[in-house]
């Protein structure tokens, strides 16, 4: 219990890029049903609410000076709208653990991404019987969660001799890429969305000619609307490619190769376009 959560180094760039891209995929009624919640988020400490930067306010939330707790001691799974000034960090994430060495390992905290999703979306529906005000948080948590837990190091999670605690999504693994830095291996995979350090900077990144707006999304994946599976590919994804060598070996810090970053670079593009496909279709099933 209070496991020390994942640093979120990227600033939530891949969920301003995903909620953006989601924008010209929703149906009429789904554009329609934001607008409403967006104008009643309105005047609130956190101010007016826009999609874009909604899509950040749960890693903005993170800064100590916006006065959230810091409540990693003690999560909790309750869903109360914008009374709640926790900072909810484990909430971004589901570690689904896996080991190379046969290092034990226990389930992942009961408390996560997921089981907020969950929550969330059962909410945002306006027949939910829920306030405007729960409705209107928990939009704006889904904005930034669907685009997390579809980053593969937010959905797995490496036990070994040497992390016997585990790796936190690879925020405890070392590796230098083609830029010659050393960076945690978390932070290199957020980084993987875009190069701007900026909501907007992130949304013309997402638009621009290889952006992922062009990338051509599986129908019929982007109608699966299960948190539980969306983790669960991520999870593959995770050990396939995100531990794949040189990082699968834990005894140096990994000089990342050519055919490792190319692939990490394909998966996250696809994985953020389809993160915008589900996300777009999750508001268009909650507002029909």
Known sequence: MGRRPHADSCGGLFEADASGESQGRRSDQAQSGLRQLDCRSAGRQEGTIRLHPAAVWADDIKDPARGYTKDDDTPTGQNIGYADKNMHRYWHFKDVRFSTDGTPFSDADPINAVSQMKLFIAALPATSAASDDIRSYDMVWLLHLIGDIHQPLHATERMSAINTDGDRGGNEVNVIPATGETTDLHAYWDRMFGGYVSVPGAIFDAN????????????????????????????????????????????????LTRTYETDARNVSRSQAALAAARLANVLDDAFK
Do not use: C, H, M, R
């Not at 290889?210 to 983790?231: E, F, H, M, R, Y």
């Not at 990082?247 to 990994?254: G, I, K, P, S, W």
């Open 208 to 255: 621009d000619k290889a952006g992922i707006s062009k990338l051509q999304v599986d129908s019929a994946k982007a109608k699966v609307l299960d948190p539980d599976v969306w983790t669960q590919e991520s999870f593959v994804l995770g050990k396939k490619f995100a531990y794949a060598e040189p990082v699968l070996n834990e005894n140096t810090v990994a000089v």
